[in-house]
């Protein structure tokens, strides 16, 4: 057996081989929020979900895809701080390279 393989058949390093909706960017969005402490309160959390603040802002800045749990994160966030509904900069249908990451930073 394989040693990425667990007990239970999954392995870490798989990937969905579908297409799936990217969000491309959020500076649009951050641009709608009225409130600097809204705005302050979402930047802090998302360079935490992403790990740097370099990190942060090529996914801002659209350099980077947020994959539909990104996306579902931020949203999540948005809705703690009152901002509603607002929408990613720009969508695309692609596949999520992304290896989910566990707590330390490896699969």
């Given at each position: ?51 740097s603040k370099g990190e ?52």
């Open positions: 057996m394989p040693t990425v393989l667990k007990v239970d058949g999954t392995c870490d390093y798989f990937v969905s081989t579908e297409k799936q909706r990217m969000a491309r960017g959020f500076d649009r969005m951050f641009s709608q929020i009225n409130s600097r402490d809204a705005r302050a309160y979402l930047r802090v959390n998302i360079t935490e979900l992403f790990g942060y802002y090529r996914y801002k800045h659209g350099e980077r895809l947020l994959n539909p749990e990104q996306q579902q994160h931020i949203r999540h966030l948005l809705d703690q701080c009152g901002s509603g509904h607002l929408d990613f900069d720009h969508y695309e249908n692609n596949y999520d390279f992304n290896i989910p990451q566990n707590g330390n930073g490896r699969p």
